[in-house]
């Protein structure tokens, strides 16, 4: 019983395996066809849409009615202090005798002097440190 | 009770100051209390007259080397009593002075930086505005206003000389005008005999207009162009231009424009540029911004916001449009300069744009025959190729 069984299925195979090798040689013959028509034919038209082209259109002259413009436009500068009591924008180490007649702003500021307490150095580098004025 | 030389003054000086006095000032002997700190003195005075407040704010001991604020007078069984502590910044104000440090404010500095935004002077108050314009006619050549532009014309005719399957040709509007009138009035250029075919079905079956493949209009002086040439010269004048199978007769000279170069145009002009009223001496940063804030409006190119960092030190704006009248491209370079002297290799903006004005001839056409022609052809080959195989 098995073995007709075995037979059996062994025909069912053999069947199907035909068909399907008929099913796949008809797609092959397909997708050549499709290839040697898509190879064919593209070029040629490809080629001829270098032919295509286009003119004439509806322009406008406004820009050129236009002139060319620089616009500018100015804020006052509203200084929260006096001048004198703030100073300018220096950011620059400079020996402090140049700034004398005027307040002046120290940043990390560093001093060394003979015979001046430790405290004193520190109130001094406070002031450095806060804005005073060298006269 | 120790005895010690005091010059007491009557001064006036700001709290955080090197100021010293440069005179002798009242000079009297005080007793020092007899634990004192170098920093915190505490002095009784024998005034003669004690009934009358002593005035005196300040104060100086040679013997210790220092300045002295008097904080505090106190009157104590007959005797004026003085708080002093010491004014550091007078008393070492040489070795003060004498020191280098990183400053970064000051009132009087050799060193100014007038171009550093100041955070102390914030921007307030109604804006001032100013403008400068350059006139579309002063900056190009010509305006719309006038027939003086340059029209540029690309026609599909027999020319051995032509930039690709066209020929450009530059004229000015009213050779363009008649070009046009002769065209389109009779078909009698056509030399077609009306025994063969009726000057109406002449009409009707030839379009002269189908030759015209590019058309624009320049708002550059037609009159330099076309004798002249472009910036970079070339071309050749010619009284005729040929149009399909035929030559046209042209009322006044064109410009045959047969290398892409001959069609290349640089105009260029500059502005004065304003300055923010205040932005001199040590304000120099409120020309920057923002303080201050510039924008350029170049039709067709558009709007932008100049950076003012680019004008510092700079007193003229230059514009250049660089342009090629076959095809409309145009690059815009701004640059700013002094004494007139520009530099568009500096360029602060460079923009690319399109100029000129398309000009509507007789008909908007793609010849979309020749397309499905083409994709006919395609068909029939890729077909034929498969029919070879299948035989």
């Not at chain 1, 037979?7 to 796949?24: F, H, K, R």
């Not at chain 2, 397309?371 to 068909?379: D, I, S, V």
Request: net charge negative.
């Amino acid at each position: 019983m098995s073995r007709h069984l075995d037979l059996l299925t062994g025909a069912q195979e053999a069947i199907g395996n035909a068909v399907t090798d008929q099913a796949s040689a008809l797609l092959d013959r397909v997708r050549g066809t499709v290839n040697t028509f898509t190879q064919a034919a593209l070029p040629t038209a490809v080629a001829a849409l270098g032919q295509l082209h286009y003119s004439g259109s509806s322009g406008n002259f406004q820009s050129a009615t236009e002139p060319i413009t620089l616009y500018a436009k100015f804020f006052s500068g509203y200084r929260v202090q006096d001048i004198n009591e703030s100073g300018y924008p220096v950011y620059t180490r400079e020996r402090l005798f140049s700034c004398r007649g005027g307040y002046v702003l120290v940043d990390m500021p560093h001093i060394e002097i003979d015979g001046a307490l430790l405290l004193e150095l520190q109130v001094i580098e406070d002031f450095l440190k806060g804005g005073c004025y060298i006269e | 009770m120790s005895n010690i030389t005091i010059n007491l003054y009557n001064f006036e000086k700001r709290r955080n100051s090197t100021l010293r006095p440069i005179d002798a000032g009242d000079v009297y002997q005080g007793e020092l209390k007899q634990d004192f700190a170098l920093t915190g003195l505490d002095v009784r005075f024998r005034f003669t007259n004690f009934a009358e407040v002593p005035h005196y704010n300040y104060a100086r001991i040679e013997s210790f080397g220092r300045y002295y604020w008097i904080t505090e007078w106190y009157y104590e069984s007959g005797f004026w009593r003085a708080l002093l502590a010491v004014d550091v910044l007078a008393s070492y104000a040489d070795q003060i002075m004498d020191s280098v440090q990183f400053v970064t404010r000051a009132t009087r500095s050799p060193v100014t930086k007038p171009y550093m935004i100041d955070p102390l002077a914030q921007p307030a108050g109604i804006p001032t505005r100013e403008y400068r314009q350059i006139q579309p006619g002063d900056f190009w050549g010509a305006g719309v206003n006038t027939n003086d532009g340059l029209v540029v014309l690309g026609v599909v005719g027999a020319d051995a000389g032509s930039v690709g399957a066209v020929t450009y040709y530059a004229m000015s509007m009213p050779v363009f005008s008649s070009l046009l009138n002769t065209m389109l009035s009779s078909p009698d250029w056509l030399n077609i005999s009306t025994s063969e075919i009726s000057q109406g079905l002449q009409k009707a079956v030839i379009n002269p207009c189908q030759y015209i493949v590019y058309c624009r209009w320049f708002p550059i002086y037609s009159y330099d162009f076309v004798n002249n040439g472009g910036t970079l010269g070339g071309g050749e004048i010619v009284n005729s231009i040929n149009l399909g199978w035929w030559s046209f007769a042209l009322a006044n000279i064109a410009r045959k424009l047969d290398t892409a170069g001959s069609g290349w145009m640089r105009v260029a002009r500059s502005f004065q540029v304003p300055k923010h009223p205040e932005g001199t001496g040590n304000n120099l940063f409120y020309q920057l911004s923002p303080y201050t804030s510039y924008t350029l409006e170049f039709p067709p190119f558009g709007v932008f916001e100049i950076d003012t960092t680019e004008f510092l030190g700079k007193t003229i704006m230059g514009v250049e449009v660089s342009f090629s009248v076959l095809t409309g491209d145009a690059t815009l370079k701004v640059a700013a300069g002094a004494d007139n002297n520009i530099d568009f290799g500096k360029s602060l903006l460079v923009y690319e744009g399109q100029i000129g004005v398309q000009l509507p001839i007789a008909q908007v056409a793609g010849n979309i025959n020749n397309f499905k022609q083409a994709l006919a052809a395609g068909t029939i080959t890729g077909l034929d190729a498969v029919l070879q195989e299948v035989k």
